[in-house]
RNA sequence: GGCCCCUUAGUUCAAGGGAUAGAAUAGAAGUUUCCUAAACUUUAGAUCCAGGUUCGAGUCCUGGAGGGGCCA
């Protein structure tokens, strides 16, 4: 039982009714009536005044008054200009609150059947994650949990760039400068290790090229002959040839940068289903060029590259085979996701959560699968989020502005600390759970701040200024939920059972207000998915602690006369704490029962 | 040079072509013998510019200004 499709089914008859129109009543949109005006759910009618022959205002009423006579659970109308403002039965609530309190489905949803993949951090061997990382994986894992809440079997994955001339440019460092180091020798995180010395290889690569400089070499010629690049690229092809040497260095060091890696994906709470690498897959896709040829969808110019011309999509030509045979990372990524489809059968959707700054490869990727005819191609969504800036702009290694994922975690967890014992919240607590309430806290505001924002918008981060925890924020919402676990507490000290409760009851405007957002949970977790888009998740969570807020403010939970009404109240309150429990959750968020 | 994206209170973010553009924060003023004041209440404050489409434009179209990105 819905109230929303109930209406706009009778709403359609209306208008097949009254002015003979046909329309699907799902067409028939209806809105949240705004706050200053009586009703529930808004109807616009300026649009059908051509249908009706009659002015918006004309239309209006004599809909509402169809509504109000052929559908029950709308109790009255008010008409302003050409708004239609429905007005529901006043016992319709309760009926609604008890349907949801039984409601099962919303923490284990039924499976669609539906199977799909979602990519997200995919980072770099040779620097430490940061900023920009952990909006991509917060996005990511936020995002499978949201299709999981549909049903969905998500298989979470990440592409792991493990080779290439930059890992070997901190192998060739490290070799040099490193004397042995280890991240057991120095302490160091293995990422942190394998960063350092890309580091210092850009360093010494830079005095070459300086020095190169002042013997006359031009800029650019010194950029390519200084040794130190020439050894890394002769370590690259090493390498490729699979020299024992080589190959047990790369090992070892990228064996620390995963250690380093997991102790990070630990501390955000993200996990994967399969890891790829890019040394396993970065020879894929040549088979799919020479299919490619063959089909008559790649052409082959003089030189002997190999193209696909998209100008008649709009696009242009896009190379996908180097003159000297070597490939590309588009002939990579054509590779990567047919045999991703054979692996996993069935895939429905395939969602990549990478930049906005590859916006067109995914652009071009999508399309050259599609014309090699692979019908899943349409599946395939480019989840591309906009750049974290800092005040200065955007973040840059060579001028340290990097903000360190570890580190700003840390901080946050920290600031959380400062702020609880400020407050003085901790009493009773042992250490072990104070130190988990500031770890939930501290990741609760840094994840809700980065997911709040619509993922393709680029947003700002200020280091200087520490991410807060009043108002709109993740500890905000957390607070709510603590409040009302401390509801629970008493209630159950007091034996209050928190069932269905009565229907009978006469409620304010701000308890039917709070049911109504209830209600919505599940249209939103859909258009969230639809959206791919955590922010909408963020918003209906905020908007539910804060009119739950509101609701603790106005009304004494335990103080009325009328058990039905306090029994009312505390199953409301449990529902509320519930469902931000399981919205948070979507958004990778834990909610403490205290703090 | 070609293509893509963005511009909303002082600041950080909302707004599925719909009503008087919402929040938060910073500012001002208040609320605690009462279930957690990380809360609540009141107050002031914004759509880059110029055209166009529409009954109606922050949203769609054209041009311009400013910012960001991609491709060599």
Known sequence: MNVASDIQLTLSEGLKSLYDHNVDAGQLALQPTRKEFAGTYTFVTFPYGKISKKNPMQTAEELGEFLKSNCKAVAGYNVVKGFLNIELDGSIWNSILNGILDDKTLETPVSNGKRMMVEYSSPNTNKPLHLGHLRNNFLGYSVSKIYEALGYDVVKVQIINDRGIHICKSMIAWLKFGDGETPESSGLKGDKLAGKYYVAFDKAYKEEIAKLQEEGISKEEAEKQAPLLLEAQEMLRKWEAKDPKV?????????????????????????????????????????????????????????????????????????VRRSDGTAV??????????????????????????????????????????????????????????????????????????????????????????????????????????????????????????LKVDPKKRMLFDPKESIEFQGNTGPFIQYTHARISAIKRRADELGITYGAVDTGLALDSIESELIFLLSDIKSKISLAAEEYSPSIIAQYVYDLAKDYNKFYAEKQIFGDDNDKVVQFRVALSVQVARQIKFGMSLLGIKVPERM
């Open 329 to 450: 990372y588009m002939t990579q990524d054509i590779g990567t996701a047919i045999q991703r489809n054979k692996e996993f059968e069935g895939l429905e959707k395939m969602v990549y959560t990478v930049g906005n700054e590859q916006d067109y490869h995914f652009k071009v990727l999508f399309l050259i699968l599609k014309k090699l005819g692979y019908n899943w191609a349409d599946g395939l969504y480019h989840l591309s989020y906009g750049m974290v800036d800092l005040p200065s702009g955007k973040m840059k290694s060579r001028e340290g502005t990097v903000v360190d994922a570890d580190d700003l975690m840390t901080e946050m967890v920290k600031t959380a600390e400062d702020h609880t014992r400020e407050l003085g919240k901790i009493e009773g607590f042992t250490t072990e759970q104070a130190n988990e309430l500031y770890d939930t806290l501290g990741l609760g505001a840094l994840k809700y701040f980065l």
């Open 247 to 319: 190959y047990a260095l790369w090992q070892k060091m990228n064996g620390w940068v995963y250690d380093g890696f997991n102790t990070t994906y630990k501390q955000m709470g993200v996990e994967f289903d399969k890891l790829y690498y890019e040394s396993d897959t970065y020879l894929l896709g040549k088979d799919e060029v020479e299919a490619g040829l063959e089909g008559g969808q790649f052409f082959e110019k003089e030189d002997g590259s190999v193209w696909i011309d998209l100008t008649a999509d709009g696009l242009d030509e896009k190379i």
